[in-house]
């Protein structure tokens, strides 16, 4: 019975995730994070251009929660409209940005090459691009364009791993845009920091040491 609940609770949120992405396309969607408050539920939307999605005195907002009422049946939505940080750093507007070039016409190497170079100027640790399907030919494959530290595995890709995905529809085919960003403030398990004290005291010790050494070679 709870794996049933669960189960109905994931297709749930990935119902409201798709409905939102649709009609937040033109804004740039950037990502959505669900909690349950006492007050009701709580959606806060990360998009590129807020304004797009506010709408006239709040509009397209107010349309949103309506439809998440009654169609989607979730209590109380609340929904908070936040600006992305750093459009270059997140996966879901660069995935969907490369697919709009690959519709525009562009070659998947040069949108490929050209968005990791953005990405790498806005300093990140770590990408990877994923350009598959009929990239050039009748046979499906893909192409990986990657840079620093990528997590595949255990509790840094699940955690320090930022996933996007968008598809490009042209002529051949749908053409699937997989980036993957490791997190800026993620802190890795082989990251080891020692305190700028702790090496001074070392350094003193082994300076203090090599001087008692030499008094009593002499």
Same mark, same amino acid.
């Given at each position: 019975? =709870? ?7 994931? !297709?749930?949120? *990935? ?5 939102? =992405? ?7 969607? @950037? ?14 939307? /990360? ?20 439809? *998440? ?6 209590? $109380? ?11 270059? *750093?997140?996966? /879901?507007?660069?995935?969907? =940005? ?13 949108? @490929? ?8 100027? $806005? ?12 990239? $050039? ?5 893909? /192409?990986?364009?990657? #840079?620093?530290?990528?997590? #595949? ?5 699940? $955690? ?16 699937? !845009? ?7 403030? #993620?802190?890795?398990?082989?990251? +080891?920091?020692?305190?700028?004290? +702790? ?20």
């Amino acid at each position: 019975m =709870k794996e049933r609940k669960f189960v109905a609770e994931s !297709v749930k949120k *990935l119902l409201i995730t798709e409905y939102i =992405k649709r009609e937040t396309d033109t804004a740039g969607f @950037g990502g959505l994070e669900m909690r349950r408050t006492p007050f009701g539920t709580n959606l806060t939307l /990360q998009v590129n251009k807020p304004g797009l999605v506010i709408g006239r005195h709040g509009s397209k907002v107010a349309e949103i929660t309506d439809t *998440l009422e009654k169609k989607y049946k979730v209590e $109380s939505p609340q929904i908070e409209v936040k600006e992305v940080d750093n459009p270059d *750093l997140n996966p /879901q507007i660069i995935s969907k =940005k490369i697919a709009i070039s690959l519709e525009k016409g562009w070659a998947y190497r040069k949108a @490929g090459n050209t968005t990791l170079r953005r990405i790498i100027d $806005s300093g990140t640790r770590g990408v990877m691009i994923k350009i598959g399907g009929k990239i $050039s030919g009748e046979r499906a494959r893909s /192409q990986k364009f990657m #840079y620093g530290s990528i997590k #595949y595995s255990g509790e840094p890709a699940r $955690s320090g791993m930022d996933n996007g995905f968008s598809a490009a529809k042209l002529k051949q085919g749908i053409i699937g !845009v997989n980036v993957r960003i490791l997190k800026n403030d #993620y802190r890795l398990p082989d990251d +080891i920091k020692i305190p700028d004290k +702790i090496i001074k005291s070392t350094m003193e010790g082994k300076d203090g040491n090599k001087g008692e050494t030499t008094e009593k070679n002499e």
